[in-house]
């Protein structure tokens, strides 16, 4: 897809990858609809976007006004990235089921229905890209921080589904799984943080600006899934061959740290 023109509505923009995202896809030439419930710091990226339109995307009524905001102003829109999203440390067992369900409202539903809300338009013009930013926690469960991972592996699955779904239509879908993004995530997520061991766990860490190049690309050339940096195919393809290996080793590391805590 050559990005020069194209319509981007892109939630969570105001800081790390959306942001990022704002800044790459600008440089292509793209129009861009930037939302956040942020408002001051999605002020902050007003030059990079030919509208901004700040709210909460896991209320239904912003999610209409946000969509009908772009036709307005563009009259389309050619690429979803459903950036927006958060974490939750708490474990299974004693999670607040009321956090739970927020979280499965941002990181989930709130993609699906933006979705719903897009694709009409998409289907009527033959082309658009729906991008859904997963994580290599949507493929791997990081037992740290599980209830994330699950959020994520429901955004993989829906992305696999919509793939399928609009095949032959012209619509494209794409997951994108990147690994540790060096943003505000970890201090942000919900719930008790882990030992600073985990926290600090950065190996093959890239930017912002290094994922979003990664989306843009894979924009670009159509791809089904996008990986960063690439060497997370490797986790993943362990995970597929050997699930139980890599469960152990994570759960091993996970009670070394435990037990290094409890020292």
């Known amino acids: 897809m050559d990005i020069a ?19 790459a896809f600008r440089d292509r030439g793209a129009q861009l609809c930037l939302t956040a419930r942020d408002q001051a710091a999605l002020a902050s990226n007003s030059t990079t976007a030919d509208l901004a339109v700040p709210g ?3 209320s239904g009524d912003f999610r209409a006004h946000l969509v009908d ?7 389309r829109v050619d690429i979803l990235i459903n950036n927006a999203g958060a974490g939750l440390y708490w474990p299974p067992s004693i999670a607040p089921l ?5 979280l499965f409202e941002l990181n989930f ?24 930013i997963s994580s290599m926690g949507g493929e791997i469960v990081l037992p740290w921080i599980p209830l994330y991972c699950a959020s994520k592996f429901a955004l993989s699955a829906l992305t696999t589904a919509l793939r399928s779904e609009l095949s032959g239509t012209g619509v ?10 060096a943003t505000d995530f970890k201090t942000n997520a919900a719930g008790p943080q882990p030992h600073a ?21 894979g924009v670009e050339r159509n791809a089904r899934v996008v990986v960063t940096p690439r060497v997370g195919w490797l986790l993943i393809a ?3 061959l050997f699930p139980r290996l890599v469960e152990s080793r994570l759960t091993a590391f996970m009670k070394s740290v435990q037990s290094e805590a409890a020292a």
Do not use: W
């Open 5 to 23: 023109n194209q319509v981007v509505l892109i939630t969570g923009a105001s800081r790390g990858i959306g942001a990022a995202c704002a800044a």
């Open 56 to 58: 909460d995307i896991t």
């Open 69 to 75: 905001a772009a036709v307005q102003r563009f009259g």
């Open 98 to 102: 009321e956090e739970v369900r927020h």
């Open 109 to 132: 539903f709130a993609p699906l229905a933006l979705s719903q809300l897009v694709l009409p338009l998409m289907r009527k013009q033959h082309s658009g890209c729906i991008v859904n």
């Open 172 to 181: 494209q879908a794409m997951t994108v799984c990147p690994g540790y993004v």
């Open 197 to 217: 061991r985990t926290m600090s766990s950065n190996h093959f860490a890239i930017t912002p600006p290094q994922c979003a190049a990664a989306i843009l690309r």
């Open 238 to 240: 362990a995970q597929r």
